[in-house]
């Protein structure tokens, strides 16, 4: 049975170690924030916050704070907030050890396309070219085909790319890949799923 939104979520979160640094995307990335649980993770937000909670319950949100994403978010009794050009220093600085981001696209070679498709109007890029460039681990989640059920595992990226040979890990509804010399490499399968589904689900070569 492949993985829903949350299950992706809390795999990812088991990627994340005490006294991480982490930066989390919007979709998908952000529920990350809810399976942390007891580990001592720091979560930061390209708008200026350090230190960011788990979503907020019904009825307790505060429209004035809010994540890069803007979705209503908790602060922390250790949060800190600051201006936007202290919180790229710090990603452009190497001081976030991982960034939990979503995918339209990833290939073999590790590059990554998640901003834009040609022809649909977007707001822009927002940190994810300094995210990529800047930490030290990128961690992708994403469904692995899209909606039509192609693979959005590719040999090679056909959208405007984020990032060249950026992606470490990718986590989708099938399992677990690594970006490896030569290809994919199969790490773990969701519960239900076979390895065979995955390489026929998957447009990029998978090595052993």
């Known amino acids: 049975m492949p993985w829903d939104r949350n299950q992706m979520a809390a795999r990812a979160a088991q990627e994340l170690e005490d006294g991480m640094y982490v930066n989390l995307g919007i979709g998908i990335p952000t529920l990350v924030a809810n399976y942390v649980g007891d580990k001592d993770i720091t979560l930061q937000s390209e708008n200026g916050m350090l230190g960011m ?5 019904e009825g307790e949100e505060d429209p004035d704070l809010i994540n890069a994403g803007k979705q209503t978010i908790t602060e922390l009794s250790r949060t800190s907030y600051f201006d936007s050009a202290t919180s790229f220093g710090m990603i452009r600085g190497g001081k976030i050890a991982a960034a939990v981001l979503g995918a339209m696209e990833v290939d ?3 590059d990554l396309a998640n901003w834009m498709i040609p022809g649909v109007l977007v707001k822009g890029m927002g ?7 800047g930490v030290g ?17 590719l040999k090679k990226c056909t959208l ?7 992606v470490n890990r990718i986590i989708t509804n099938l399992g677990v890949l ?8 199969i790490v773990e ?9 995955i390489r026929s689900a998957t ?6």
């Open 137 to 153: 681990r990128v961690i992708v989640v994403m469904d692995h085909t899209n909606k039509h059920g192609k693979s959005k595992l």
């Open 203 to 208: 447009e990029a070569t998978i090595v052993n």
């Open 127 to 133: 940190g994810a070219m300094d995210l990529v460039a």
């Open 108 to 110: 073999e070679e590790g």
């Open 178 to 185: 690594d970006v490896a010399d030569g290809g994919l490499k």
């Open 160 to 166: 405007p790319l984020t990032g060249k040979k950026v």
């Open 53 to 57: 909670g788990p979503f907020p319950f």
């Open 189 to 197: 399968t969701a519960e239900g799923v076979t390895e065979d589904e």
